[in-house]
Nanobody, 114 residues
Framework: VQLVESGGGLVQPGGSLRLSCTAS????????MNWYRQAPGKERELVAS????????NYADNVKGRFTISRDNYKNTVYLQMNTPKPEDTAVYYC????????WGQGTQVTVSS
């Protein structure tokens, strides 16, 4: 049972980046999925959530209109499209699912800098 993130890296302000999280070991279509992030010295915060069917999403106010969460239930993958990122979006991004326990990915670093 695991979540594996990919797609992080260095991106310029105003650019774009897509994060991916591939799940295995559980029935992906039975669970809502979440993206969190944690910046240095700050608490981990919820960035975006998507329901099982992928037709309902929710976003933190500070990313609304810039980030888009989506999922491909055939590929057991959830995505986070980051458009017009800002330096304050720099953080380690984590994929999360609430099974009978909280399952986390290993995280992927996103650095927004010119």
């Amino acid at each position: 049972v695991q979540l594996v993130e990919s797609g992080g890296g260095l991106v310029q302000p105003g650019g774009s980046l897509r994060l991916s999280c591939t799940a295995s070991g559980f029935t992906f279509t039975s669970y809502a999925m979440n993206w969190y992030r944690q910046a240095p010295g700050k608490e981990r915060e919820l960035v975006a959530s998507i329901n099982r069917a992928g037709d309902y999403t929710n976003y933190a106010d500070n990313v609304k209109g810039r980030f888009t969460i989506s999922r491909d239930n055939y590929k057991n993958t959830v995505y986070l499209q980051m458009n017009t990122p800002k330096p304050e979006d720099t953080a380690v991004y984590y994929c999360n699912v609430r099974l009978s326990y909280e399952l986390w990915g290993q995280g992927t670093q996103v650095t927004v800098s010119s």
